[in-house]
Structures are given as structure tokens and as C-alpha cells.
């Protein structure tokens, strides 16, 4: 769940404050019965294991994993090897190649925001967001020209031409779980656990509509066209706006905390993340008639991300479960399951 997952990493940060603390000061700065080691230790090995985000290439020729271990690992998705392993030894939360493809943006534990150059797979600059402990959800614009990054209840912007901030939105009560920029780059989205949803323009960075009492919202999503905004929430609903005039114009409701959506590029389907307490499941809707189309199960966790490839032949779920999941969107079944922490991944039974 985004909220545990939130907790899990502010617990950490603080941990490796207090120890650091310690250790510069050479003071005690809690109870001697704490134990900072083993607390540290124990919270490490339960978020070790997990996948918090997925993202494809644009060519589709890569598929990058962000894991609690603190590596983002590389996939060469012709032959689902692993090809290349990042890593600076703090939890990546958030991963995103740009549109372009020219950067892979990693969000990670420490406020940092690395950005990788994809033909050297070297750091070629290092973002430092202004509040709390870390980039948690980031996101290109469609130039490539912008990145955004949440980070408590703000919304950081920095120009990548300068790699400088450019302007930062608070206006927010509660964590930031989710932002998106509209397919033509002139909106830029961003949901809240304080129940509010809010648009604003980004040629001035102005508002322009405010939604509220939405729910605790974990996801958004513009269509490819820009014709409808989708929101999934941590009460289990998922919500379709029309951008036009911003009205609601579906609904879905009763499908457990919905932590992931996104658009297929061509538009034809709408998939959500969701988490029924026990295991993870994505459902496919079909955009012309918002019928439900598939269901996916075989997750064994929370779903933390999905995300379709380019050419809309795949879906990729990634899942606290420790695995990915690879389903092929002509059958809506996995054809491939990837173990991230230890590099490795298989076919799937029925394939075997």
C-alpha cells in the first residue's frame, strides 16, 4: 500500500539520521534501550525485497526496475536478461525513462532524484528536492524538458535545461502520492491523501480546477488524447474525468485499494492496480464502452506500479510480492515473471 510504503521509508530515513546523528556526535540521542541497529536492520529486510516501480523504454527495448535493495536493474526485454544494475545504496522508490530516452530518472530515500544518461548509464546530474526525506512519484513532461517530483505535500518542478527549480506547488494538506502531466504538456496533475485532485495550467502555474472529496487518491493518468483524467484511490474506486469540462464521467467502484493506473498509449484500455488485503490484482477496462475487459491475477502482494509498452503489446506489474510481472495485452496473460533482487527471471508454467 502507497501509505506503508511511506511509512517504511520515513521510518528508514529516520533511522539513518538518528544513526548518523550518533555516530558525528558521538551522543545518545534516544533511550539506551533503543536499539537503532537492530531497528535499522529490521526495517532494511522488510522493504529489501520489494518493487516499487516499473517503467518501459519508449522503443520498448528496456525495462527498468526500482527496488528496496537499492538498485535499479536494467532489462534487456528481447531476452528478459538482466543487462545492467544501478545503484547508490538508497531504496529507489520511483523510476522513469524520459520520453525522449535519452534519461532514466530514478526517485530515491535521501532527497535525491538521479538522473542516468541511457548511453553511458552514468549519473549526469543529481536533483535535491526541498522537503522531507525523499522524491517519492516523478514524472517527465512530454518534451523531456521538465521533470516534477513529489516530496510530502509539495510538488517540486525543475527545468532540465539548467537542471534548476522552477517553481514549487504546496498547496496540499497531506502526502502527494501521484502526478501526471497531459499528453500535450499544458496540465500537469497531482493527487493528494487529503481527498483532492488539482489541475493546474503549466504555462503560468496557475490553477486551473480543484477536485475534492475524491478519496485518498494514489494514481492519476491522462488519456493518449488528453480527453479524459483517471484517478484510483485508496477507498477502492477509480474515477474518470472529463478534461474538458472537468465533470466525472465513470465511476468504478468496490475493487480494493487502487495504488497504479494507466492508459494503454493507443487509448483503447484503462488498467488499475488494486490490492484486496491479500492479493494483488489488475483490471482491464475497455476504453469505448468502459466495460470491464480482463482480469489479471497472480500477485501475492500489494501492486505498486504498472505500466503498458509503447506498442501496447505489454503490460509490466510490479508488486511488493518481489516479482514483475509481464502479461501480454493480445491475451492478457503473463509470459514472463521477473525477480528483481536477485536478477533472474522465468516463464511462466503454461509456457514451460
Known amino acids: 500500500m502507497r501509505n506503508s510504503l511511506i511509512i517504511y521509508l520515513i521510518a528508514l530515513s529516520l533511522v539513518s539520521l538518528i544513526i548518523v546523528g550518533c555516530a558525528h556526535t558521538n551522543q545518545q540521542l534516544l533511550h539506551p534501550s533503543f536499539n537503532t541497529q ?3 536492520h529490521s526495517l532494511i529486510k522488510q522493504i529489501k525485497g520489494r518493487v516499487f516501480g516499473v517503467t ?3 522503443d520498448g527495448k528496456l525495462l527498468a526496475t526500482a527496488g528496496g535493495d537499492g538498485t535499479v536493474r536494467i532489462w534487456d526485454t528481447g531476452t528478459w536478461e538482466e543487462s545492467r544494475v544501478l545503484s547508490d545504496g538508497r531504496a529507489a522508490v520511483s523510476v522513469e525513462f524520459s520520453p525522449n530516452g535519452k534519461l532514466l530518472a530514478v526517485g530515491t530515500v535521501g532527497k535525491k532524484v538521479r538522473l542516468f544518461s541511457t548511453v553511458t548509464w552514468k549519473t549526469v546530474s543529481t536533483l535535491t528536492v526541498p522537503h522531507l526525506w525523499m522524491a517519492v512519484f516523478i514524472a517527465f513532461s512530454p518534451d523531456s524538458r521538465r521533470l516534477v517530483a513529489t516530496s510530502g505535500g509539495s510538488v517540486v518542478i525543475w527545468s532540465l535545461v539548467n537542471n534548476e527549480i522552477v517553481r514549487t506547488l504546496g498547496e496540499f494538506k497531506d502526502f502527494i502520492f501521484a502526478v501526471a502531466f497531459s499528453p500535450n504538456g499544458k496540465r500537469l496533475a497531482a493527487g493528494s491523501y487529503d481527498g483532492t485532485v488539482r489541475i493546474w495550467n503549466t504555462s503560468n502555474w496557475r490553477p486551473v480546477y480543484t477536485f475534492t472529496n475524491t478519496g485518498r487518491i494514489n494514481s492519476l493518468a491522462f488519456s493518449p488524447n488528453g480527453k479524459w ?7 477502492g474506486t477509480v474515477r474518470i474525468w472529463n478534461t474538458s469540462n472537468w465533470r466525472q464521467v465513470y465511476i468504478f467502484t468496490g475493487i480494493g485499494e487502487v495504488n497504479s493506473i494507466a492508459f494503454s498509449p493507443n487509448g483503447k484500455w484503462l488498467a488499475a492496480g488494486s490490492y484486496d488485503g491479500t492479493n494483488g490484482t489488475v483490471r482491464i477496462w475497455n476504453t469505448s464502452n468502459w466495460r470491464l475487459a480482463s482480469t489479471l491475477s497472480g500477485h501475492k502482494g500489494v501492486i505498486m506500479q504498472i505500466v503498458f509498452s509503447n506498442d501496447c503489446k505489454r503490460l509490466a506489474s510490479a508488486s511488493d510480492d518481489h516479482t514483475v510481472r509481464i502479461w501480454n495485452t493480445t491475451t492478457w496473460r503473463p509470459v514472463r ?7 533472474r527471471s522465468y516463464q511462466p508454467n503454461h509456457l514451460k
Do not use: T
Request: charge should be neutral.
Open 38 to 40: 537492530r531497528v535499522g
Open 56 to 58: 518501459f523504454s519508449p
Open 229 to 235: 483524467l483517471a484517478a484510483g484511490s485508496n477507498e
Open 337 to 343: 515473471i521477473i525477480l528483481p533482487i536477485i536478477g
